[in-house]
């Protein structure tokens, strides 16, 4: 089993649609998540960070954390074509330190 | 710095070669991070500092890979003798510390090729 999953896509949802990003993971320890957006060519770029059970909103973006299901989703809003970029999950592993990111799941918004 | 600096951009060299990645973190970030990334894939974790030692160096491939970092400031990858599945790109990335809540920055990586 792959220490984080998530489905490679691509993804692709229409402008103005709701796009869901979703990860597993195995460590039972990890105690704070992580989204990256990382745009072809460029490097990862942090947009959301969350650490309790339950939803976290900033802007158009919503991470949700379920501990208990080791499941970590993020929606993304009135999606845009300038969101179409891989979006990569990363738990922290346990005890702190290093973060262990997910292959990345590839979002294209059309117009 | 303003961001995390790394350099080469880019880098080729011939097979057997050795190579130096530098990198330079946020200033008074303490952590600091090595990745790869090889094409159409995800980040594989290299190595870690905390301040000038590495309590995790798991992820350093083979014994031809080794990385320092001297006044908690500016770190070095090294590649010896270096293989045609050596080539990625190698990100680095730093934080202002290990602990939980803190997200990392990245530096915009340096690609090498080795042919």
């Known amino acids: 089993q792959k220490e984080v999953e998530q489905n490679s896509g691509p993804l692709s949802v229409p402008e103005g649609a709701i796009a869901s990003l979703n990860c597993t993971y195995s460590?039972?320890?990890?105690?704070?998540f992580f989204w990256y957006r990382q745009y072809s060519g460029k490097s990862p770029e942090l947009i959301m960070f969350?650490?309790?059970?339950g939803d976290k909103e900033d802007g158009r973006f919503t991470a949700q954390l379920n501990k208990a299901s080791q499941y970590v989703s993020l929606l993304i809003r009135d999606s845009q074509p300038s969101d179409s970029a891989t979006y990569l999950c990363?738990?922290?592993?346990?005890?702190?330190?290093?973060?262990?990111f997910g292959q990345g799941t590839e979002l294209s918004v059309k117009p | 710095g303003a961001g995390v600096s790394q350099s080469p951009s880019n880098k080729v060299t011939e097979k057997g070669k050795d190579v130096e990645l530098r990198c330079d973190p946020i200033?008074?970030?303490?952590?600091l991070y090595w990745y790869r990334q090889s094409l159409g894939q995800g980040l594989e974790f290299l190595i870690y500092?905390?301040?000038?030692?590495?309590?995790?160096k798991s992820g350093l491939p083979s014994d031809r890979f080794s990385a320092e970092r001297t006044g908690g400031s500016v770190s070095t990858l090294t590649i010896q003798r270096t293989q045609q599945e050596d080539s990625a790109v190698y990100l680095c990335?730093?934080?202002?510390?290990?602990?939980?809540?803190?997200?990392?920055?990245f530096g915009s990586g340096t690609r090498l090729t080795v042919v």
């Open positions: 990335a730093s934080s202002e510390n290990s602990g939980d809540s803190y997200g990392y920055t």
């Open positions: 460590d039972r320890g990890s105690q704070s």
């Open positions: 969350i650490y309790s059970n």
């Open positions: 990363a738990p922290r592993g346990n005890q702190g330190g290093k973060l262990i």
């Open positions: 200033s008074g970030h303490t952590a």
């Open positions: 500092f905390q301040g000038n030692s590495a309590p995790d």
